[in-house]
């Protein structure tokens, strides 16, 4: 039995969907969610994990990763946003920050400034970032829940995870990928501060992650490019 993880951020750390999955006969077992505040305690003696995080930085431009899933997810592109770029990480302020991105060129070749949303990520990035290498991508990888849903959902677009229908939706696809699970989306039984749609998120992240212990994930791109730490760029589904 391999234990596998889907992790997404949460305001009080990192939120984790953790089952057991079965070589043998393809199956996950015992799904549960928790909630750690550090990352090295929510990856400890995880044998894979894929975590809704960007792993490798580009220090100019945009990743290519990024661009592929914007692609084709289509209308529901904004959900994949532009991370900071490396120097970024070294920061004191979000002014600092879009400010340095901004010196370095136009948008559209050199990357631009830096969205609110990104630099609130940033101490989340940093964290994995120093604790990244690219030994450790051999069981933890970059994947996007919104990539996961649509692979579940036939590659079919699915209406906004803040709507009632996409949220019935998705649970819907969640049990029907998780199988014969005593699973319950009661909020009642998720950590303190777990909001639907970073549960439904992590949830999503486990069926990437058994895809990734079978051998049948997706990667975006086919052939991804290292940042100049040595770390791949690439997003899984």
């Not at 994990?49 to 930085?57: F, H, R, T």
């Not at 901004?102 to 609110?116: A, I, R, T, W």
């Not at 549960?199 to 990667?219: E, F, Q």
């Amino acid at each position: 039995m391999q234990t596998i993880l889907g992790i997404d951020g949460c305001p009080t750390g990192w939120l984790v969907a953790k089952a057991y999955f079965d070589s043998h006969s393809g199956t996950l077992s015992c799904p549960e969610i928790c909630a750690f505040r550090r990352w090295a305690d929510a990856v400890q003696n995880a044998d894979i994990v894929a975590v809704d995080m960007p792993i490798g930085l580009i220090d100019v431009g945009r990743r290519r990763c990024d661009q592929l899933a914007r692609q084709r997810l289509r209308t529901r592109s904004a959900s994949v946003f532009t991370p900071p770029r490396r120097p970024m990480l070294a920061c004191a302020s979000y002014d600092e920050a879009n400010e340095l991105g901004k010196n370095q060129g136009p948008s559209e070749q050199y990357g631009g400034g830096l969205s609110k949303q990104a630099w609130n990520l940033v101490p989340k990035i940093r964290e994995i970032d120093e604790w990244m290498t690219p030994e450790k991508q051999d069981h933890v990888f970059e994947a996007h829940p919104e990539l996961a849903f649509q692979r579940m959902n036939d590659g079919t677009e699915l209406p906004s995870k803040r709507s009632a229908i996409g949220k019935e939706t998705r649970e819907r696809l969640i049990s029907q990928a998780l199988g014969d699970s005593d699973l319950d989306f009661h909020e009642r039984y998720w950590p303190r501060g777990a909001k639907p749609d970073d549960v439904l998120d992590a949830l999503a992240l486990i069926i990437t992650a058994r895809h990734i212990a079978c051998g049948s994930s997706n990667r975006l791109p086919d052939i991804p490019e290292t940042d100049t730490r040595g770390l791949r760029m690439e997003i899984f589904y």
